[in-house]
């Protein structure tokens, strides 16, 4: 989500806890931090925020994981509202447009129904995976730049096996939502 924002001259930075960076790492204008979400505060975003874009873990949300959450129990969905309320705090508190991701989930029960859906070949990314975005600050759904699905459009993320990058295979942010995001919402 960051790169269109760091290609156009936009300082980002991507705070993380799924990857063990345990340092800050600079790749051209973004800065990748190691933090948890739930212990950050608006203080510690570097300036003003052009733009913020929240991705919590979906682990213990997706209904696409329905069958484990009797397994994973209260703790579960109590780790994954927690990791919810931190970015949506986070994001309403930087006063700037902001979105929040995350597939089809508890959250709609939980919290409240997504204010915009979508789908990654809708901005030009060949498959599916219905997602749901919560927004506000004057966040700005961009109109999809594909309108008819076509038939080579597939499901890899239902069909992909488990394996151990699965969830990174799965959580990437679709390259064509993420360039019209940035064109709907850029000041420039």
């Known amino acids: 989500m960051a790169r269109p924002w760091a290609y156009a001259g936009y300082d ?67 780790d994954g509202l927690e990791t919810v309320e931190a970015c949506r705090v986070l994001c309403e508190s930087s006063r700037a447009p902001w979105g929040l991701e995350n597939p089809v989930s508890r959250l709609s029960s939980c919290w409240r129904k997504p204010d915009h859906t979508f789908d990654p070949w809708q901005y030009g990314d060949n498959y599916t995976k219905k997602t749901c975005v919560w927004s506000g600050n004057g966040f700005v759904m961009p109109e999809p730049t594909v309108d008819k699905k076509h038939d080579d459009v597939d499901d890899r993320i239902h069909k992909s096996p488990p394996s151990a990058d699965w969830a990174a295979i799965c959580s990437k942010t679709p390259p064509g939502f993420a360039t019209a995001v940035f064109e709907a919402n850029h000041n420039g």
């Open 12 to 78: 980002c930075v991507c705070y993380d806890l799924a990857h063990s960076i345990r340092r800050d790492r600079v790749v051209g204008n973004v800065t990748y931090r190691w933090a948890d979400v739930r212990s950050l505060t608006i203080a510690d975003f570097p300036g003003e925020p052009s733009f913020v874009f929240a991705f919590p873990p979906c682990t213990n949300l997706a209904v696409s994981g329905a069958r484990d959450f009797q397994r994973k129990g209260m703790r579960g969905l109590f």
